[in-house]
């Protein structure tokens, strides 16, 4: 403790001048002015020691006023610490923000990256509503083609019925030209006269045939080759009738048809 | 190890311990080399911080492949499959845990493994290498479970699509497969050299790179490096890079690429390329960033003041301690050298770890 004291003594005025030897002196003076025994001497050194008193005095409160001052500054300083202090975190605190925020615009660059690079991709594909009218307009054109196809099929279907029944018609009369000649080679000259008429027109077509059969015959194949193109032109695959019978096959050559010979024409004005 | 070992090494894979302060490489010698981050990164680093604190042969051939789990480091080499406790490793006494080796058809040739991979939802590695097919081995257990095959030639690269629970391989024969992980069959082929835009014939087809996050794959090789999206199996973007890439890696908004040519690439999803780092090694083989650690270094600013007896008012001071985010997430890169570059701040190389 008391080496503490010296310490601080010695550090202060260690080499005796100043306030410590100030009061030296005036200790040693006040002994000698009691000791002292003249009155004006003792006065002046009365004097004296009232004036080392006050330069000790005032000395002293300059110390003071400087302790103050230490005092104060030291506030003033501590102050200054804690705020730098307090702005060193809020810095730290902002850098942590900022480090968050750049992460997250990281992760936003990098989300708008991945957005970009599927959209190129993406675009490398035609427009979905341009493909969905493409698509429309086909399947308009779709309708149309199989509205025009239905007419034709039913045109086909016409005509083929029509055919039909001609040479249907055809083949009957063929069959009772047949009948009528056998029962004409086997009956008698007089014939009733039911088959009279059948008969003479019968003969009259037979004899005419004589010269018209191969005119017959190129009519009738004429009418054959126009259902087989008429089937050609309409029904690119083989079509089967409703009624489930099968397209007429080729005519057997009638032998005699003079009325037959109209119809080819008939036929192929209607037909044509 | 003389000077000309060790101008011949080359650093073929790197693995980060569970806490993060550690750093294992291992090279074309069978060694593997641990390194201390937290000492080498300190202020206080000296050139005796950069050389490891441990090397250990650990196999007879290369090692191509280490891999971390939350205890034990993974290495591959010479066909074999050695487990080291991270907790030994980090006191210096390398023993092995376990070895095992999976069947492999033919006893003549050991094929080499050249990658591994957890599968942490079954608790299962995957490992592919030189005889073409992947083997599934259960971690716990060490029973080898099954076997994928369908690649042609020898497999380089796997990657795990952890949220469809997909084993992506990329191999020799041209071909990224995807394989369930549960029904053990090829879901997808991507024959990448297929599509003009990626393919480089001069090259040729191999996929030597492949790492996913789920939604995109990067894959690389042979065919330049190109960005995939997976649902649509439809290249995005293709990188203008020179060279084979050989690792690669998603970070943040980058794509991190490393191949031939002694730079780190940074490219950014939409297709270019950032910039390019200069490293020392003229090749590099491997990329790792240190995820593993989320210490926090503490560092003490202010002062100590005492205050007198005398004046006893001014009050003692206590440290303020502030603390820097995260100083050991490094990246670190190497390659064919005997250096293993560190990166602090992605953009430029801070130092340099030797064998």
Not at chain 2, 29 to 38: D, N, P, Q, R
Request: negative net charge; hydrophobic residues 35%.
């Amino acid at each position: 403790m008391s080496d503490e004291v010296i310490r601080k003594r010695l550090l202060i005025d260690g080499d005796g001048a100043g306030d410590d030897r100030r009061i030296n002196v005036l200790l040693k003076s006040f002994v000698k002015w009691c000791h002292s025994a003249a009155p004006e001497e003792g006065f002046t050194q009365y004097q004296r020691m009232l004036g080392t008193l006050a330069q000790c005095e005032f000395s002293m409160g300059k110390t003071l006023l400087v302790y103050d001052m230490n005092l104060r500054e030291m506030e003033n300083y501590e102050k200054i610490y804690t705020d730098i202090e307090q702005s060193i975190t809020a810095a730290h605190e902002k850098i942590a923000e900022c480090k968050k925020e750049i992460l997250r615009a990281k992760r936003i660059r990098k989300n708008r990256q991945e957005y970009d690079a599927l959209a190129k991709v993406i675009q490398q594909h035609p427009d979905r509503h341009e493909t969905l009218k493409q698509l429309e307009a086909l399947d308009k054109e779709l309708q149309q083609l199989s509205r025009i196809k239905e007419n034709v099929e039913d045109k086909l279907e016409l005509r083929k019925k029509q055919f039909h029944v001609l040479l249907s018609t055809i083949h009957e009369l063929q069959q009772t030209l047949e009948n009528d000649e056998k029962s004409e080679n086997d009956e008698s000259q007089d014939s009733p006269m039911e088959n009279g008429q059948m008969s003479i027109v019968a003969f009259s077509l037979y004899g005419e045939t004589e010269e018209t059969q191969p005119v017959v015959n190129k009519q009738v194949e004429l009418a054959d080759n126009v259902l087989r193109l008429t089937e050609e032109r309409y029904l690119p695959v083989p079509y089967r009738t409703p009624g489930g019978g099968h397209p007429p096959g080729p005519v057997e050559q009638p032998e005699c048809c003079v009325w037959a010979s109209e119809f080819p024409h008939f036929l192929l004005n209607r037909v044509l | 190890m003389g000077p000309v070992e060790l101008l011949h090494m080359s650093v073929f894979s790197q693995s980060f311990s569970p806490c993060g302060r550690f750093l294992a490489a291992s090279n074309n010698y069978g060694e593997i080399a641990v390194f201390s981050l937290s000492s080498s990164l300190s202020p206080e680093a000296t050139g005796i911080n950069q050389k490891p604190i441990l090397t250990f042969t650990a196999h007879e051939g290369p090692i191509f492949a280490l891999l971390s789990t939350d205890a034990h480091l993974l290495s591959a080499g010479n066909g074999e499959i050695s487990a080291w406790s991270w907790a030994e490793l980090a006191k210096r006494n390398p023993k092995a845990v376990w070895i095992r080796r999976p069947q492999y058809k033919s006893s003549l040739e050991i094929p080499e493994i050249n990658d591994m991979i957890v599968n942490c939802r079954d608790n299962s590695l995957a490992v592919g290498g030189g005889d073409n097919n992947i083997h599934i081995m259960d971690l716990e257990t060490g029973v080898f479970k099954s076997v994928l095959q369908g690649h042609t030639d020898y497999i380089h690269c796997l990657s795990m699509r952890e949220r469809e629970g997909e084993l992506l391989s990329g191999g020799e024969d041209g071909a990224v497969r995807i394989w369930d992980c549960r029904t053990g069959q090829s879901v997808h082929r991507l024959e990448v050299y297929k599509y003009e835009e990626c393919a480089r014939p001069q090259y040729g087809k191999w996929i030597s790179c492949l790492t996913t996050d789920s939604d995109w794959m990067l894959c690389g090789g042979g065919p330049s490096l190109s960005l995939w999206h997976l649902r649509s199996l439809s290249p995005t973007s293709i990188f203008p890079l020179s060279g084979c890439q050989r690792q690669a890696m998603f970070y943040q908004d980058l794509i991190l690429s490393v191949g031939e040519g002694h730079f780190l690439s940074h490219c950014l999803l939409g297709g270019d390329v950032k910039s390019l780092i200069p490293c020392s090694p003229p090749s590099l083989n491997t990329v790792a960033l240190n995820t593993n650690s989320t210490e926090h270094r503490v560092s003490v600013t202010g002062h100590v003041s005492q205050g007198t007896p005398e004046a006893g008012r001014m009050p003692g001071r206590a440290a303020t301690r502030l603390s820097l985010a995260s100083f050991l997430q490094v990246l670190t890169v190497g390659g064919s050298s005997d250096q293993i570059d560190v990166f602090t701040n992605l953009s430029y190389k801070a130092f340099s770890l030797s064998f």
